[in-house]
């Protein structure tokens, strides 16, 4: 496959070092980006994909989010999020049978696909199902059954994820990875935390979790513990496992749990729309950074964003970290973009993702430039962040495979899924 | 013509009696909307839209923006004010023609029609060229040829503005209305600023401005007048013009600033995006709607957003103040909707607009609710202001006219505006 007559952001490890390379053709061979070359190269082949006007950049890595919660969009909003999670959420996720799972997981792999996102982090449960709707729509995902204590009286649930994690680890070509995971400390006792740390272990699985989300749980697990809840997981050994180690939200964090994140090399998943419209608080993005934690971008469920698209959480993360600092320098887009791409594929553990390089997997999404919302697109890093929305995204390819072309998803039947999922919020919610 | 089978938001004055009339008809005879009906009308006609499956809202209002910058979109960015200003748009702008300002209103034009925007405030100038791209686009808007005292030593500028006013007010079947406008105080003198003013007052205009925007501005001003902006412009008789009176930005205000916009009945535009992204601040929009003062939502220029989407400035301003109050319930799905339609339509004298009522005139835009990164709109207030993106909008009617259907801009050549525009972009800052 050859995508020809396209300017590529190749996106480096260093924000500063992104480089543009005009009217360049990228071939891929298999699952690998074979060859980069700079000039136009005339050819007569069927697999070939016209750049024009387009910008070529690493797929988006969407490091927190919880597919199957995308019945529940735009329900329940503008609410206190205690009473939202427990009068509105958690009966409704109740009445979620696996098979409403799939589908809700299926219309979350459409929506990220057609906004560029080519993998992504969940963490529910139904896995099966959700696994199934990644093999078939072609996208990449690290899929976590997570579990919580309170709701796992008996262990089943963790020995569910435990086998989930043997099941399906590293399969469908690498498309899909596993890891294990407690919900949050406030939804496990110690015990059952070291259960999941001790399996982790065990089976050589790395760990996701919530962390710091609400000055609720920072003030709870000060006063229970007389330490961070940073500080309490890593007392649990929760950021000693190899691999994959996230920990998403991280807005209430102390310098010592800044130190600690960097010290196990615990990625952050950023969720800026989510927190905001929870009013849970601002993640302090640039202390982490400085720090050199490894920074990601998370859109949460469709529940609390109400979007699955890595492009909106860029743009909002470089306006409001500039508008809260007061320097229009700071997040510059450069930066962002190593948010959404090379530090999203470091915290999957995965360095032949998040560049677009000879020898990597071909991850890759063509931007339209010349949409009416985004041209002139006199600088192609700031209209990627600041003009560009998940409309403008015109091609999507994931381990080599077209997943998307001309805003034409190839791999799912997206009226379906939109029927489906419409009938099930109107079955549980509606 | 007849929108058959739709559910209308209708919105109203008081954001809290907004309504949903679910499977409705509105029948459009003329500019206006002659009928709402609660059930679905067989007919067989040739003007006939099928609203199945989308949102009527009212369309949205732009209170400020300037438009012909749009081909400094992409350009500059991640920079300091002071130095983004006069290093890099000044001597930009200086080359544009009035030909090509004509263009770059034209993509602008499209641009917001293509995001739902149905009306505009533009200040900026060759107001002649922008008056015929409104003319032929079919989209309404209040053009001022903005002045100010160190551009116009001998008054040609204010000379021009008043001959545009009077030749253009109020004309297009009243879609193009005008008012004058000092850009700002710290580019004009007092004398200057009280010409503008007895201008106004002399041929019945309203006024434009921009008001404390920066801290520098605001500081400034103390220093040199002992009043803050507000103050300053309000004892110049600024704000005891007759009709329009739009504040633009009015991010650094204390609670007498507060009290003059309310008691002087000014309009505030809100440019949420550009302020951050320019790191200016926030605007005090919580304090200033709880003291009753008209508060609107603007984009800015594109080359300080970097779109013209007020879709994306409803998101934005919901999401930031939940999050800044810590308050989940502040600024809600309901409030954020007034602020873009009927507190626009306030702003500009226009109480036949930004409610889809019997009577009122058709600015109508229909949304699509079953796009996959919006479906399911259980509470489709909320996926109007959460989910909802500029590429959603489906269907845009302005002054009785329909301009878009099915995402296709029937008043305008798109792709020509966009080669235009780009051409022009290469030529000044390529």
Chains 1, 2 share one sequence.
């Not at 000039?39 to 994909?49: F, H, L, R, S």
């Not at 427990?86 to 696909?113: G, H, Q, R, S």
């Not at 982090?121 to 996208?139: H, P, Q």
């Not at 050199?292 to 909106?312: F, K």
Request: proline share 2%; hydrophobic share 40%.
């Amino acid at each position: 496959m050859l995508i020809k007559n396209v300017d590529i952001l190749t996106v480096s490890k260093d924000a500063k070092s992104h480089e543009l390379r005009k009217n360049a053709s990228i071939v891929v061979k298999g699952e690998k980006i074979e060859k980069i070359i700079d000039a136009n190269i005339p050819v007569d082949d069927n697999e070939v994909i016209d750049g024009k006007g387009k910008l070529a950049v690493a797929g988006l890595v969407n490091t927190h989010t919880h597919t199957a919660m995308s019945f529940l969009r735009n329900y329940a909003n503008d609410m206190n999020l205690q009473d939202w999670l427990f009068t509105k959420i958690f009966p409704a996720e109740d009445e979620l049978t696996a098979e409403m799972a799939y589908w809700c997981v299926k219309l979350a792999n459409i929506e990220m696909i057609k906004s560029g996102v080519t993998c992504y982090c969940d963490n529910y449960f139904f896995m099966d199902e959700a696994a199934r709707s990644v093999e078939e729509t072609g996208i990449r995902a690290v899929l976590s059954r997570s579990v919580s204590g309170i709701s796992d009286p008996t262990g089943a649930k963790l020995k569910e994820s435990i086998d989930f994690f043997k099941r399906y680890h590293n399969t469908c070509n690498g498309r899909i990875m596993s890891t294990l995971g407690a919900h949050a400390i406030y939804t496990s006792d110690t015990d059952y935390i070291k259960r999941v740390v001790d399996a982790a272990n065990d089976i050589g699985s790395g760990l996701q979790t919530h962390l710091s989300e609400t000055r609720t749980e920072f003030d709870d697990c000060m006063a229970q513990h007389n330490m961070t809840p940073t500080q309490y997981l890593d007392s649990l050994g929760y950021f000693d496992v190899d691999g994959i180690k996230i920990a998403a939200h991280c807005v209430h964090m102390t310098n010592n749990d800044i130190e600690i994140l960097k010290a196990k090399d615990v990625s952050v998943a950023a969720n800026i729309s989510s927190n905001l419209k929870l009013a849970s608080g601002i993640a302090p993005l640039p202390e982490l950074m400085a720090a050199g934690v490894n920074v990601t971008l998370g859109t949460d469920g469709a529940s609390s964003n109400n979007n699955l698209s890595v492009l909106n959480e860029m743009r909002l993360t470089s306006l409001i970290y500039k508008g809260l600092s007061m320097d229009p320098t700071a997040m510059n887009a450069k930066q962002v973009i190593s948010l959404a791409t090379s530090n999203g594929a470091k915290a999957i553990s995965r360095n032949d993702l998040g560049e677009i390089k000879e020898g990597m997997t071909a991850d890759i999404v063509l931007i339209d430039m010349d949409s009416p919302s985004v041209a002139p697109a006199t600088e192609p890093d700031a209209a990627l962040v600041y003009s560009a929305s998940g409309a403008d995204v015109d091609t999507v390819i994931c381990n080599g495979r077209v997943l998307m072309k001309g805003r034409k998803v190839l791999s799912a039947d997206e009226e379906r899924a939109v029927f489906e999922v419409k009938r099930i919020a109107e079955k549980i919610v509606g």
